[in-house]
């Protein structure tokens, strides 16, 4: 029973949803219990032969007409209650949803997203289960047992009443034996549901290269295998839960068997008429409904305290972000000032940035280049406020970022990776997603600045073209520009492109880069890229290696140093020049999807 007191707080916020729905379900019950006493008296009318057609239109009319009762109060506690359970699933779902929202990058490297998703569908359904059966088993099985043995004894008799359900101890004795032991078979239940959750995510995410490296067999095996185990678990569950079943009937056969033996010998004595044995009989079938109901009832509750607990486990974690709830709620123009001493990942004692500072002025673009693991991304998640806890500071318009309201602070940004995620809808609405108000005219121009604007023109629906789940029926450099326009639609303060020109050719490279130079002479442009092409033209270039800036100045003057950049500018002039001679001039994305 701790679920319910678990979920006191939502059956206190709508007391007055309940309190009519129990109303109407106690009402009920009052109604049921009449009809086995009718029955009761009509049995002894029939057996003195003294029935008249007055007396059964009577019994009919009463029997009809309580019958009609029951069902009119039987429809309205289903429909508060089931509609209590429906606002418990909103209320749950909405606060896992936002939950997810306001979690960190580390959060979601550790959980995976078929676990996630396994906690918003089938643990919240298993709760909202509670709040609906649950409640309805519980009160229904209760009442239902109480009003019966109070029939009995006021309509029939107290001492057959008492040796008729006396067997009934031996069911409760049941359902406490059973109780721990299906509570751990259902949250291993729910853990092997999330596993083969996350495992049919991963096979359909990445089915392009499961069939790409011929691994369809592999896939299905590990699939088969997943699947299983989740059916061994199960097969547990549905054992214990089985045991409930035969064990109630068994507690109902022994109190037909008492109703036989006893109330003959008290109707042979004339301690009860036949009529009073009748009622009896109807009255201990009414309750084989609450015995059963009692072990739905104890399924339904471990099930959902087994689905509480794990999603209350999620909802108490804590976002390693905290957001100033007094924080600026607008972002001014101005410069963005860095001063990192050092920074590591969480559970990573290693530093990966030391000694970082940089000053960008207003309007200023800066250009970010290095290997592979030297820092660069990992700087501009700490612009993003991805992650907080570093040793330093960082401001923008000479106010600390985290002093910024986080929704106020992220609108200011325009950020580009590499991989995009792309949404199952159209052209025009992916582009728009940061302002689903900017009209036509200012998606096409976003679109343009991209150089996006005529390959839309040649898609089959123009803008109204469905690009598929993650931008399947796009071009790598296509799903990039289109990402780019998506940031540049809401022009923003800081617009940061991670390696976001890779998969585009070099003449629409250059468009790109000339268009952001005309158009952001007052914004701040941070691009960071492993192309030296990319950043040529920037105000500043820095070059990381370790999680240190070891070379820093503009195009000219740092292949004057000699260095990295300038040997790392070298190496791809030659690869240009040969793959010009190779393939004639350059012309449309960089690899395609």
């Not at 029973?1 to 309190?19: A, S």
């Not at 369809?216 to 549905?238: H, P, R």
């Given at each position: 029973?701790?679920?319910?007191?678990?979920?006191?707080?939502?059956?206190?916020?709508?007391?007055?949803?309940?309190?009519l729905g129990l109303s109407f379900l106690f009402f009920t019950e009052v109604s049921q219990m009449v009809s086995p006493a009718l029955i009761g008296h009509f049995t002894d009318v029939i057996v003195s032969r003294q029935m008249t057609m007055n007396q059964l239109f009577f019994y009919a009319g009463s029997i009809l007409f309580f019958a009609i009762l029951m069902y009119i109060f039987r429809y309205m506690w289903i429909t508060h209650i089931f509609q209590g359970s429906a606002l418990l699933e909103k209320t749950l779902r909405q606060k896992l949803f936002d939950h997810y929202l306001k979690m960190d990058t580390t959060f979601y490297q550790r959980k995976r997203t078929g676990d996630l998703m396994a906690h918003a569908t089938n643990d919240l359904s298993a709760v909202q289960r509670v709040a609906s059966g649950g409640v309805l088993m519980l009160v229904d099985s209760v009442v239902i047992i109480i009003f019966t043995v109070i029939s009995m004894i006021i309509v029939v008799d107290w001492r057959l009443t008492l040796i008729g359900v006396l067997p009934l101890p031996l069911l409760a004795g049941g359902v406490w034996y059973l109780s721990p032991k299906m509570r751990r078979a259902f949250t291993a239940s729910q853990e092997a549901f999330s596993r083969?959750?996350?495992?049919?995510?991963?096979?359909?995410?990445?089915?392009?290269?499961?069939?790409?490296?011929?691994?369809?067999?592999?896939?299905?095996?590990?699939?088969?295998?997943?699947?299983?185990?989740?059916?061994?678990?199960?097969?547990?569950?549905?054992?214990?839960?089985?045991?409930?079943?035969?064990?109630?009937?068994?507690?109902?056969?022994?109190?037909?068997?008492?109703?036989?033996?006893?109330?003959?010998?008290?109707?042979?004595?004339?301690?009860?008429?036949?009529?009073?044995?009748?009622?009896?009989?109807?009255?201990?079938?009414?309750?084989?409904?609450?015995?059963?109901?009692?072990?739905?009832?104890?399924?339904?509750?471990?099930?959902?305290?087994?689905?509480?607990?794990?999603?209350?486990?999620?909802?108490?974690?804590?976002?390693?972000?905290?957001?100033?709830?007094?924080?600026?709620?607008?972002?001014?123009?101005?410069?963005?000032?860095?001063?990192?001493?050092?920074?590591?990942?969480?559970?990573?004692?290693?530093?990966?940035?030391?000694?970082?500072?940089?000053?960008?002025?207003?309007?200023?673009?800066?250009?970010?280049?290095?290997?592979?693991?030297?820092?660069?991304?990992?700087?501009?998640?700490?612009?993003?406020?991805?992650?907080?806890?570093?040793?330093?500071?960082?401001?923008?318009?000479?106010?600390?970022?985290?002093?910024?309201?986080?929704?106020?602070?992220?609108?200011?940004?325009?950020?580009?990776?590499?991989?995009?995620?792309?949404?199952?809808?159209?052209?025009?609405?992916?582009?728009?997603?940061?302002?689903?108000?900017?009209?036509?005219?200012?998606?096409?121009?976003?679109?343009?600045?991209?150089?996006?604007?005529?390959?839309?023109?040649?898609?089959?629906?123009?803008?109204?073209?469905?690009?598929?789940?993650?931008?399947?029926?796009?071009?790598?450099?296509?799903?990039?520009?289109?990402?780019?326009?998506?940031?540049?639609?809401?022009?923003?303060?800081?617009?940061?492109?991670?390696?976001?020109?890779?998969?585009?050719?070099?003449?629409?490279?250059?468009?790109?880069?000339?268009?952001?130079?005309?158009?952001?002479?007052?914004?701040?442009?941070?691009?960071?890229?492993?192309?030296?092409?990319?950043?040529?033209?920037?105000?500043?270039?820095?070059?990381?290696?370790?999680?240190?800036?070891?070379?820093?100045?503009?195009?000219?003057?740092?292949?004057?140093?000699?260095?990295?950049?300038?040997?790392?500018?070298?190496?791809?002039?030659?690869?240009?020049?040969?793959?010009?001679?190779?393939?004639?001039?350059?012309?449309?994305?960089?690899?395609?999807?």
């Open positions: 029973m701790t679920i319910f007191g678990k979920l006191m707080w939502f059956f206190k916020e709508h007391k007055k949803l309940y309190i083969l959750s996350n495992k049919s995510q991963e096979s359909i995410a990445g089915i392009k290269a499961i069939k790409t490296l011929g691994q369809e067999n592999l896939d299905v095996d590990a699939f088969n295998t997943e699947v299983q185990k989740t059916i061994q678990i199960n097969k547990k569950v549905a054992f214990i839960d089985s045991l409930f079943g035969p064990m109630a009937t068994v507690v109902m056969t022994i109190s037909y068997v008492v109703m036989i033996t006893y109330g003959g010998s008290l109707v042979l004595s004339d301690t009860i008429s036949i009529g009073q044995l009748v009622s009896f009989s109807t009255y201990l079938g009414l309750l084989v409904w609450p015995m059963f109901g009692l072990g739905q009832l104890f399924n339904v509750l471990e099930r959902g305290n087994a689905s509480y607990m794990r999603v209350q486990e999620i909802l108490s974690e804590k976002s390693a972000i905290i957001e100033d709830e007094k924080g600026y709620e607008i972002v001014t123009h101005g410069d963005i000032e860095i001063n990192i001493d050092q920074f590591e990942y969480p559970d990573d004692a290693a530093n990966v940035l030391n000694d970082v500072s940089l000053k960008i002025s207003a309007g200023d673009t800066l250009g970010i280049v290095g290997r592979v693991g030297s820092g660069k991304t990992t700087l501009v998640k700490l612009l993003l406020r991805q992650f907080d806890d570093y040793s330093g500071k960082i401001t923008f318009a000479n106010k600390d970022i985290k002093a910024y309201k986080l929704s106020a602070y992220r609108k200011a940004i325009g950020y580009v990776a590499q991989e995009n995620f792309l949404f199952s809808t159209t052209v025009r609405d992916n582009i728009r997603f940061a302002d689903v108000n900017k009209t036509q005219a200012e998606v096409e121009e976003a679109a343009k600045m991209a150089a996006l604007h005529e390959d839309i023109f040649n898609f089959p629906e123009g803008y109204d073209t469905q690009v598929g789940e993650h931008g399947v029926s796009l071009s790598g450099g296509q799903k990039q520009r289109l990402a780019i326009a998506r940031a540049l639609i809401i022009n923003p303060e800081i617009l940061i492109l991670d390696d976001a020109l890779s998969a585009v050719d070099a003449r629409t490279e250059k468009q790109i880069l000339r268009t952001l130079k005309e158009t952001r002479q007052e914004k701040t442009t941070i691009i960071v890229a492993h192309r030296i092409s990319s950043v040529i033209s920037a105000n500043e270039i820095v070059v990381f290696d370790k999680g240190r800036i070891v070379e820093r100045g503009q195009h000219d003057e740092l292949v004057a140093q000699q260095g990295w950049y300038a040997h790392m500018y070298e190496q791809q002039q030659v690869a240009i020049t040969f793959e010009e001679n190779l393939s004639g001039k350059g012309d449309g994305d960089v690899g395609t999807e």
